[in-house]
């Protein structure tokens, strides 16, 4: 690694990894690219959780339709404020 992570373990031996997901106006992206709705669920429901940016320009009506979807595949979503 490079030394700039959290902890001692490595991303291999630390159990499932989460997805990163950025919500913007000009649309979705998980873990850098961009994505569907549905992609960026089938992406994050095999993880252990998504980790979610909603900045302030995304459409609200975007966030909420992908948290239900993520919230009906039962992946735990922790919203972090965006930073501008």
């Known amino acids: 690694g490079d030394g700039s ?10 159990g499932p990894r989460r997805c990163s997901i950025r919500v913007a ?4 992206t998980v873990d850098g690219k961009p994505a569907t709705r549905d992609q960026a669920l089938q992406i994050c429901r ?6 979610v940016v909603v900045t302030g320009d995304a459409r ?3 966030w909420d339709q992908l948290k239900a979807l ?5 992946v735990h979503v922790f919203v972090r404020n965006a930073t501008p």
């Open 5 to 14: 992570g959290k902890g001692t373990g490595t991303a291999t031996d630390a």
């Open 60 to 62: 609200q009506g975007d």
């Open 25 to 28: 106006a000009g649309g979705i």
């Open 70 to 74: 993520l919230d009906a595949a039962k």
């Open 46 to 51: 095999h993880t252990a959780g998504a980790d």
